[in-house]
Nanobody, 123 residues
């Protein structure tokens, strides 16, 4: 089965930066679209950003636009989320996920999920 492992989370002060990584194994990765999602305590899981198989097309939610950048390295089977100008509102568990076909914001379209990595932003 496909395995996704997130890393790079931690504690950072507001205005700081983190880079999350998601390493995939078990099946082909090159032709899959990848997405990042997050879930804060007591809230629903929400879409953050996604990237298509080629890395040429990306989408992101308005709340992170201009601050977060998604990228991928197919040779390493890894997708990244560079997070700059972090805010306390960004505090959440961040998950990566994969799907076949085109990128989408719809959570249920993503088939495989990682275990999540905690990001905490202090004020």
């Amino acid at each position: 089965q496909v395995q996704l492992v997130e890393s790079g989370g931690g504690l950072v002060q507001a205005g700081g930066s983190l880079r999350l990584s998601c390493a995939a194994s078990g099946r082909t990765f090159t032709k899959d679209a990848m997405g990042w999602f997050r879930q804060a305590p007591g809230k629903e899981r929400e879409f953050v950003s996604a990237i298509d198989w080629s890395g040429g097309n990306t989408i992101c939610t308005d709340s992170v636009k201009g601050r977060f950048t998604i990228s991928r390295d197919n040779a390493k089977n890894t997708v990244y989320l560079q997070m700059n100008s972090l805010k306390p509102e960004d505090t959440a568990v961040y998950y990566c996920a994969t799907k076949s076909g085109y990128i989408t914001t719809v959570t249920t379209r993503y088939m495989y999920w990682g275990q999540g990595t905690q990001v905490t932003v202090s004020s």
